[in-house]
């Protein structure tokens, strides 16, 4: 496997719970949509990854840094960590994960 699909995998996972937990703790039926939209998304670019797609890597990419924007602006309006800091911390990390992947890929993959 991959390190692109091993991010997108295990991104995918994190947003899929945090979506579920969202929902869980405050109720909030728009957490679990979009964390089950973008979780299924970044599950879909790992799965086109593991079967040499290379051009999933862009699914990826674009989910990635729409949940950054997205994260980020929330931690920066309401200065609370839980769960947008978190989550905005673990977009940026998938994020260069996938960007390093991306260029340690020989063309033709």
Do not use: H, Q
């Amino acid at each position: 496997m991959t390190r692109a699909a091993m991010t997108c995998l295990v991104y995918g996972i994190l947003v899929l719970l945090g979506g579920f937990m969202g929902y869980r703790k405050a109720g909030s039926r728009a957490s679990l949509m979009a964390g089950t939209l973008s979780g299924a998304a970044m599950l879909v670019s790992a799965i086109l990854l593991m079967r040499g797609n290379a051009a999933a890597l862009w699914l990826g990419l674009a989910v990635t840094t729409m949940l950054l924007l997205f994260f980020g602006m929330r931690w920066l309006k309401g200065r609370k960590f839980m769960p947008a800091g978190l989550m905005a911390l673990a977009s940026v990390a998938a994020l260069a994960l996938l960007i390093w992947s991306g260029w340690a890929t020989p063309p033709g993959r």
